[in-house]
């Protein structure tokens, strides 16, 4: 059974009687249990509102969502107990302290005593030092940590990462970066959104690039690269040579120094440079 399931789901817009907008145009894909997946595209492509979908926020136009085989559709009650959600916006409920807010939280989801998940959640996210400080006296890094913390108070089985990293410092992000990676090892699936391509090249198992309302790619971050980026060489033969050449990722070098009548043997030094998700990203969204 698969840990989501997003099945021809449509959004159609009507903004006035002679204009209809398709945000989602019959998107179809699904996350397996233990998997993190990448959800990659412009501004306006349809992220959010399928973020929106999947969280009941928006009813779609046709098609499905399915949370580990339950329609988010028909039993909305049963599938939001079973997700976490971290949307892009901070958090900002200054008058509350750490564990008051997460308290609250446990309490929207019928968890009357949840101190040891609240304990476990704030050592964990390294919010053990702030606990009892309001929300307004924590910096932006601690309140994003906060908002993770939220999402997972009811030991969800799926988290919905909208932009979790979106303005922080290098370092916060490797540390949740490497806390996204323990969710995963503890069979959690995580549907990621990021503008940060390098981050869904480090995390992501399998991505999905949306534009304009399509999917218009789904696989591994490899496979992308493979298809769509090229990979650039420079070399310098026995003879004092210079050469370069750009050809694309998913030629070996052997077949590239073939077909430009190079032998290994003749090579004195090389430099290859792969090819980058950026690189694919911005090819695929401009076909």
């Known amino acids: 059974m698969n840990a989501l399931e997003i099945k021809n789901l449509k959004k159609t817009y009507i903004q006035n009687a002679d204009k209809k907008v398709e945000a989602l145009k019959g998107i179809n894909f699904e996350i397996k249990q233990g998997e993190i997946f990448g959800l990659l595209g412009p501004n306006g492509a349809g992220k959010t509102t399928l973020i929106n979908s999947i969280t009941t926020l928006e009813k779609p136009t046709s098609g499905d969502i399915q949370v580990f085989g339950t329609s988010v559709l028909e039993k909305p009650l049963i599938t939001k107990k079973q997700i976490g959600i971290v949307h892009q916006e901070v958090i900002n409920t200054g008058f509350f302290d750490v564990l008051e807010i997460l308290d609250f939280q446990s309490g929207y989801y019928g968890l009357a005593n949840n101190k040891t998940r609240i304990e476990y959640l704030v050592k964990k996210l390294a919010l053990d030092t702030h606990a009892t400080k309001k929300i307004k006296q924590l910096s932006g890094g ?132 792969e090819g980058k998700l950026e690189e694919a990203f911005t090819k695929v969204v401009n076909l």
């Not at 981050?199 to 298809?227: H, M, Q, S, W, Y």
């Not at 003879?239 to 070996?252: I, N, P, R």
């Open 142 to 273: 601690m309140k994003r940590r906060l908002m993770i913390a939220k999402a997972l108070v009811h030991s969800p089985k799926l988290l919905l990462l909208d932009e979790p990293t979106a303005g922080v410092d290098v370092e916060l992000r490797e540390s949740l970066w490497a806390f996204v990676r323990e969710l995963k090892n503890e069979g959690i699936s995580v549907l990621l959104t990021t503008h940060y391509l390098e981050e869904a090249e480090a995390l992501c198992d399998r991505i999905g690039i949306i534009n304009k309302g399509e999917l218009i790619f789904c696989g591994t971050p490899r496979e992308v690269i493979a298809k769509y980026s090229t990979k650039k060489i420079s070399l310098k033969t026995k003879d004092g040579k210079q050469h370069h050449f750009v050809d694309s990722a998913s030629k070996e070098l052997s077949e590239i120094l073939q077909k430009n009548q190079i032998s290994f043997a003749d090579i004195i030094d090389i430099q290859i440079t």
